[in-house]
Structure formats: structure tokens, C-alpha cells
Nanobody
């Protein structure tokens, strides 16, 4: 089993940056992929970014491409999301997810990741 926990959320102003971390414990050696999803107020959970290994595959949603950077420590199974040029529309609860494989064609589908953290709130003020 694997346990994930997100840290690094908070309140920032428009244009500023935040770095989210996703710590992993348990059978971390089996993990191969990590992903970030978010749920904005009143909306469904949506894909943000995903990564396989230390960067074998990297994918982003169009809404964050060029502003967010995902990375991963393959030795620990931990993941990071560097968020720059934040906008009020980025306000959401951010969740990290992980699994033992990379769903190449369906990396954006939440159900393809077995392990999830409880989420961390990111609020961007105007």
C-alpha cells in the first residue's frame, strides 16, 4: 500500500508562485507515475499534469501549460508541482495521485490512478 500527502498549499496573490509537494510512504519503490489534479469551486475534478519516472513522459493540461512544471523524485516516489504566474482561476483543492504504471493514452483520467492524497487548498487572490 501507498500513502500520499500534499503540502505547500496556501494563499497567494495573482502573479505569484507556489510549490506543491506530494510525499509518499509505504511501498514507494513500486511507484512509476505521479499526477496532479485539481477541483475548483463548483466544478468537477480536472487533470493538471502528470509524469512518468523521472520524466519519461510529461503531460500538462492546456490551462497550465507554460506556467506549471511537474517533477518527480523517482527514488522516493515523491512529486512536485511548481506553479508560476498564478491566476485567480487556479484557486482549487489540488490532489496528487500515483500508480505503478503510466496510462499513456489516458493520463488525464483520474480513475487510472490508484493512490491519492487528501488534497491541499490553493487560493489565488486578485
Amino acid at each position: 500500500q501507498v500513502q500520499l500527502v500534499e503540502t505547500g498549499g496556501g494563499l497567494v496573490q495573482t502573479g505569484n508562485s507556489l510549490r506543491l509537494s506530494c510525499g509518499a510512504s509505504g511501498d514507494t519503490a513500486s511507484l512509476y507515475s505521479s499526477a496532479w489534479f485539481r477541483q475548483r469551486p463548483g466544478k468537477e475534478r480536472e487533470f493538471v499534469a502528470s509524469i512518468a519516472g523521472s520524466g519519461d513522459f510529461v503531460d500538462y493540461s492546456y490551462s497550465v501549460m507554460g506556467r506549471f512544471t511537474i517533477s518527480r523524485d523517482n527514488t522516493k516516489g515523491t512529486a512536485f508541482l511548481q506553479m508560476d504566474s498564478l491566476k485567480p482561476d487556479d484557486t482549487a483543492v489540488y490532489y496528487c495521485a500515483a500508480d505503478t504504471y503510466y496510462p499513456q493514452r489516458y493520463y488525464h483520467v483520474a480513475s487510472n490512478y490508484r493512490y491519492w492524497g487528501p488534497g491541499t487548498q490553493v487560493t489565488v487572490s486578485p
